[in-house]
T-cell receptor, first 113, second 117 residues
Framework: EPEVTQTPSHQVTQMGQEVILRCVPI?????FYWYRQILGQKVEFLVS????????KSEIFDDQFSVERPDGSNFTLKIRSTKLEDSAMYFC???????????FGDGTRLSIL | AQKITQTQPGMFVQEKEAVTLDCTYD???????LFWYKQPSSGEMIFLIY??????QNATEGRYSLNFQKARKSANLVISASQLGDSAMYFC??????????????FGAGTRLAVHP
């Protein structure tokens, strides 16, 4: 069964550094998402992406965040100048049609030191 | 106000018994979807079951069923014949609207289920 793939599984970065989290959504999916989950807390929506542009973003997704689909398969989340509070599990998800179940990757655990 | 409320931070059940995990939601949108995800200790998010607001019948997927009570705005997950591998965190989530930008999932706080042998 096709799945969403995220790399790396764990990223450790110094505060203030830039980090890029990578995702390969399911190949025939059209809608892409990033969510984050701070340890012990609920999963929070960050951004949705469709037709090569952001369709919705949360208030968490401020100017330090950006997303990109650089080619036909990858979907990336960039955090420009990381802060301690960016430490979390970041999930990529995708679906083929709006409203259908979103399939999640295994997540990238981001640790900011 | 909370959009998704899961009032049970933790539940336990005996192996082979059934268990119900509660979820209530709040929306004024007539079109919405409700989802349940399982998060094992390894951290991944596994989609379990989906219920659309216009679906006439309760959703079922194997041992999972969704007890959808629209008037009460509840979407409880029922797991029948619990197995040790069902021990995990379970999240209820909602999608409001039916297309375009209204596609984000709003998650509840989760319920941690422990299955005892």
């Amino acid at each position: 069964e096709p799945e969403v793939t995220q790399t790396p599984s764990h990223q450790v970065t110094q505060m203030g550094q830039e980090v890029i989290l990578r995702c390969v959504p399911i190949s025939n999916h059209l809608y892409f998402y990033w969510y984050r989950q701070i340890l012990g807390q609920k999963v929070e929506f960050l951004v949705s992406f469709y037709n090569n542009e952001i369709s919705e973003k949360s208030e968490i997704f401020d100017d330090q965040f950006s997303v990109e689909r650089p080619d036909g398969s990858n979907f990336t989340l960039k955090i420009r100048s990381t802060k301690l509070e960016d430490s979390a599990m970041y999930f990529c998800a995708s679906n083929r049609e709006a409203g259908q179940p979103q399939h999640f990757g295994d997540g990238t655990r981001l640790s900011i030191l | 106000a909370q959009k998704i409320t899961q009032t049970q931070p933790g539940m336990f059940v005996q192996e082979k018994e059934a268990v119900t995990l509660d979820c209530t939601y709040d929306t004024s949108d007539p079109s919405y979807g409700l989802f349940w995800y399982k998060q094992p200790s390894s951290g991944e998010m596994i989609f379990l079951i989906y219920q659309g607001s216009y679906d006439q019948q309760n959703a079922t997927e194997g041992r999972y069923s969704l007890n959808f009570q629209k008037a009460r705005k509840s979407a409880n997950l029922v797991i029948s014949a619990s197995q040790l591998g069902d021990s995990a965190m379970y999240f209820c989530a909602m999608r409001e609207g039916n297309s375009g930008g209204y596609n984000k999932l709003i998650f509840g706080a989760g319920t941690r289920l422990a299955v005892h042998p």
